[in-house]
C-alpha cells in the first residue's frame, strides 16, 4: 500500500467522536476532541513511517479510551503506602490525622477569620493562629510558621546573619532529599559560611577560635539523615548557646524534624524534642511540620520575640508565607499536643511510630486471612520499618508484613499491578518476594487492598 492508501484507513474525527462520545462520561467535549486528535497524529505518524500499515480501530480506539480514563482523574491521588516507610517523601511525608480532616473541611475550605480580628473587626494576622500555641507547647518566647523547613532557615539566615559570618560544625554540613544544602541556602541567604572542626569530632574551642567581628550566628544543624558513629565529639547545644551567648551572637538550631513528645517510653530514646532546644538556650530553633510533628508541609520557627519581630518585618516574609490550608492543618495538629498521650494515638505519624509490634502482627494476620479467601498464596513474615523523612536514620521498627506469592506473576508484574490499581498500593520487594508492610497500613485499607488482589486474580485467570 502506498503512503496515501495507508491515511486512508484512519478513521474520521466525526465518527470517532460519536462512538467514544456515548462512553466518555461527564468529560468536556474539547477534552476528548483533543485527545481524539492525539491519539489519530501518532497513529498518523506509524502509518507515514510504515511501522503500521493500516489503522486497526479497535487499538485506535483502546488508546483513546486509555488516554480518556487518565484524564477522567485527578492526577495526584490517594495512594495506600504499604513501604513500611512512615514518613514517605515520595508519598507525601506525613499522613495527617481525622481531626485535620475535619478542620479541612470545616474550616479551611470556607471563609475564615484568617487576617480578621473578630474582636474588633479589623484586619488581624494569620501568623496569630498558631503562636500562642507554639509558645505553649515549646515554652519560647515567640513563634512564626512559613511554607516549608528550607524556607525558615532561609528567613532567620536572611533575617539575622545577612551579610555577615554564620559559624557550623563540619560534621553538620548535610544535604537533605530536594537538594536542600546548608552551604547553598547560606550562599543564598547572603551570608558566609565558616567551617568548623572536622567531620567526626568538632570541641568547643573550635567555635570560639572562629569567633570574630564578622561573626553573625553560630549555627546547629541536626544531621537528621545520617549519623556519625565511632570517634565522634559534638558540641551540644546548652553549651553552643553558652558560647554565643559570651560573646552576644545569637544561637539558632536547624533541628530538621521537630519532635514534640519525648519518644523514649515507646522505644526511641536520644531525640531532642523542640522545648528541650529552647530550655538549653537556642535562641532560634527551626523545624518541619510534615516530619516527626506529623502535620502538613510547613516550616516552623520558635525562639526569642526579638528575632522573630525581625522576621515578620522581613519583606521575604511575604514570599514564603504559609497558606490557609496548611495553616488549618497545622492548627489542628498543634491543638492535639495539648494532651501528649492522646497526640501519640492521635497522630497517624506517633501512632505508627509507637505501635506495639504485636499489634502489627495482628493486623497482619487479619489481612493475610483476608486475602486468602481470594485463593492468593500469602504468608506473615518479619519485617523492618523505619520513620523516613530523614528522620531517626538509626531507627528500625520491628514490624510485620503479609508477603503475595502468585504462581503467575514476577514479584515485579505484581509490585506494577498493585501501584496501577485505582486505588494505588505501594509494596516492596524484599528477598525477592512482594510485601507489604502493615506498619504503615491503617485497617480502613484492608478492603481495597483485598478487592485490588481479587481483581487481578480474576484478570490472570481471563488472560489464561
Ligand atoms: C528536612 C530538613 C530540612 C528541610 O525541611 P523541609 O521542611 O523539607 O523544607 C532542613 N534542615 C534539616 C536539618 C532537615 O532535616
Given at each position: 500500500m502506498t503512503k496515501q492508501q495507508r491515511l486512508r484507513t484512519l478513521p474520521k474525527m466525526d465518527d470517532l467522536l460519536q462512538v467514544i462520545e456515548n462512553q466518555?462520561?461527564?468529560?468536556p467535549r474539547s477534552l476528548i476532541k483533543s485527545v481524539i486528535q492525539d491519539e489519530l497524529a501518532c497513529y498518523r505518524q506509524r502509518l507515514l513511517t510504515g511501522?503500521?500499515?493500516?489503522?486497526d480501530q479497535e487499538e485506535l480506539l483502546a488508546g483513546i479510551r486509555l488516554e480518556l480514563g487518565r484524564q477522567s482523574q485527578p492526577h495526584l491521588r490517594g495512594v495506600i503506602n504499604?513501604?513500611?516507610?512512615?514518613?514517605h517523601t515520595n508519598l507525601g511525608r506525613a499522613r495527617l490525622s481525622d481531626e485535620c480532616q475535619a478542620m479541612l473541611v470545616g474550616v479551611g475550605c470556607k471563609y475564615s477569620n484568617l487576617e480578621y480580628d473578630l474582636a474588633d473587626g479589623s484586619r488581624g494576622s494569620r501568623y496569630q493562629h498558631v503562636e500562642d500555641l507554639l509558645i505553649r507547647l515549646t515554652g519560647a518566647e515567640a513563634a512564626l510558621v512559613v511554607n516549608n523547613n528550607a524556607a525558615a532557615v532561609y528567613l532567620v539566615l536572611d533575617s539575622i546573619t545577612k551579610g555577615r559570618e554564620v559559624v557550623v560544625s563540619r560534621g553538620e554540613l548535610v544535604e537533605i532529599g530536594g537538594s536542600f544544602r546548608v552551604p547553598n541556602i547560606m550562599a543564598a541567604s547572603g551570608c558566609k559560611l565558616v567551617e568548623v572542626g572536622t567531620t567526626n569530632k568538632t570541641h568547643p574551642a573550635d567555635y570560639e577560635a572562629a569567633i570574630s567581628e564578622q561573626t553573625g550566628a553560630l549555627l546547629k544543624v541536626h544531621t537528621s539523615n545520617y549519623k556519625i558513629i565511632g570517634f565522634t565529639a559534638e558540641v551540644e547545644m546548652r553549651e553552643l548557646a553558652q558560647i554565643a551567648r559570651k560573646h552576644q551572637l545569637p544561637s539558632i538550631y536547624d533541628l530538621g524534624s521537630g519532635l514534640m513528645v519525648d519518644l523514649t517510653s515507646y522505644g526511641i530514646p536520644g531525640e531532642t524534642t523542640v522545648a528541650q532546644c529552647v530550655s538549653q538556650g537556642a535562641d532560634l530553633v527551626c523545624f518541619s511540620?510534615?516530619?516527626?510533628?506529623?502535620?502538613?508541609q510547613a516550616g516552623i520557627i520558635v525562639g526569642k520575640s526579638a528575632y522573630i519581630t525581625a522576621m515578620k518585618k522581613n519583606h521575604l516574609l511575604r514570599a514564603l508565607r504559609i497558606d490557609k490550608l496548611t495553616l488549618t492543618a497545622l492548627e489542628a495538629t498543634l491543638r492535639q499536643y495539648l494532651d501528649p498521650a492522646k497526640a501519640v494515638q492521635s497522630i497517624p505519624t506517633l501512632r505508627m511510630i509507637a505501635e506495639p509490634a504485636a499489634a502489627v502482627r495482628e493486623k497482619a494476620e487479619r489481612l493475610a486471612d483476608l486475602l486468602a479467601r481470594t485463593g492468593c498464596n500469602c504468608s506473615v513474615v518479619k519485617s523492618a520499618a523505619c520513620v523516613g523523612?530523614?528522620?531517626?536514620?538509626?531507627v528500625e521498627l520491628e514490624s510485620y508484613a503479609v508477603a503475595i506469592h502468585l504462581e503467575e506473576l514476577s514479584p515485579n508484574r505484581l509490585e506494577s499491578k498493585l501501584r496501577e490499581h485505582c486505588v494505588p498500593i505501594i509494596a516492596r520487594i524484599t528477598d525477592d518476594c512482594l510485601q507489604l508492610d502493615?506498619?504503615?497500613?491503617?485497617?480502613?485499607?484492608f478492603a481495597d487492598i483485598v478487592l485490588c488482589v481479587k481483581q487481578i486474580i480474576s484478570d490472570l485467570r481471563i488472560e489464561l
Open positions: 466518555a462520561g461527564d468529560l511501522a503500521a500499515d493500516r489503522c504499604a513501604t513500611g516507610v512512615i514518613l511540620g510534615d516530619k516527626l510533628l506529623g502535620g502538613p523523612g530523614g528522620s531517626l536514620p538509626a502493615l506498619r504503615t497500613v491503617e485497617p480502613e485499607e
